[in-house]
């Protein structure tokens, strides 16, 4: 993994590499792309995220989460990217370290998301290896964090894939289609993550 440098960009608006694909913050331009695949994957993706809005997949939805991530990204508490296929430049899904915390803690939760036609080929665990690199040596973190439900296999594995270690169990942690589910926990620390075995560029 790497981060570009053809322009100055902060830690909180990088650019990374890890292939097979890339990392970008989402812009204006990808609302029509994002809310299709979004559309298509959702069946997919509703078992495992809060519940949708009605309006959540329109313009003025979209402009206000580029916002909100905006701010966030000013104050230093959140990198919210879209995940790319490095090739075709095909967007495949999403990716987030948010409530980002400095002083003794250093850690941040980690989230993403993966369209149903880009499933099960490395994308996830190449964007999530990428990022996690990023917030050890460009932020500075020590530990993120993660949950998915027990019956999420592919996240699980991909977590376990990534060198994340299973911390517990947090009860009625996310409330998801109406119903309010229990999530695995899962962290990886900088250590965890410096001394994994597999190397990143493996992870495909």
């Given at each position: 993994?790497?981060?570009?440098?053809?322009?100055?960009?902060?830690?909180?608006?990088?650019?990374?590499?890890?292939?097979?694909?890339?990392?970008?913050?989402?812009e204006?331009?990808?609302?029509?792309?994002?809310?299709?695949?979004?559309?298509?994957?959702?069946?997919?993706?509703?078992?495992?995220?809060?519940?949708?809005?009605?309006?959540?997949?329109?313009?003025?939805?979209?402009?206000?989460?580029?916002?909100?991530?905006?701010?966030?990204?000013?104050?230093?508490?959140?990198?919210?990217?879209?995940?790319?296929?490095?090739?075709?430049?095909?967007?495949?899904?999403?990716?987030?370290?948010?409530?980002?915390?400095?002083?003794?803690?250093?850690?941040?939760?980690?989230?993403?998301?993966?369209?149903?036609?880009?499933?099960?080929?490395?994308?996830?665990?190449?964007?999530?290896?990428?990022?996690?690199?990023?917030?050890?040596?460009?932020?500075?973190?020590?530990?993120?964090?993660?949950?998915?439900?027990?019956?999420?296999?592919?996240?699980?594995?991909?977590?376990?894939?990534?060198?994340?270690?299973?911390?517990?169990?947090?009860?009625?942690?996310?409330?998801?289609?109406?119903?309010?589910?229990?999530?695995?926990?899962?962290?990886?620390?900088?250590?965890?993550?410096?001394?994994?075995e597999?190397?990143?560029?493996?992870?495909?």
């Amino acid at each position: 993994m790497f981060q570009l440098k053809s322009s100055p960009r902060s830690a909180f608006d990088p650019v990374l590499v890890q292939d097979p694909v890339y990392l970008r913050q989402a812009e204006t331009k990808d609302f029509q792309t994002w809310a299709s695949l979004r559309e298509e994957s959702r069946r997919h993706l509703v078992a495992w995220e809060g519940d949708w809005a009605p309006e959540a997949l329109q313009a003025a939805a979209f402009k206000q989460r580029l916002k909100l991530f905006a701010q966030e990204k000013q104050n230093g508490r959140a990198v919210s990217l879209f995940i790319f296929h490095r090739d075709s430049r095909a967007l495949v899904g999403g990716i987030t370290l948010t409530n980002i915390r400095y002083g003794a803690a250093r850690a941040a939760t980690l989230g993403y998301w993966i369209g149903a036609p880009y499933t099960r080929r490395g994308y996830g665990a190449a964007a999530v290896t990428a990022l996690v690199g990023h917030a050890v040596d460009a932020i500075g973190l020590n530990r993120i964090e993660a949950a998915c439900q027990a019956e999420n296999a592919a996240s699980r594995a991909l977590l376990l894939k990534c060198g994340f270690i299973q911390e517990g169990i947090a009860r009625d942690y996310l409330r998801i289609n109406g119903e309010w589910r229990d999530h695995d926990l899962y962290a990886i620390t900088a250590k965890d993550f410096r001394n994994r075995e597999t190397p990143p560029t493996d992870l495909r």
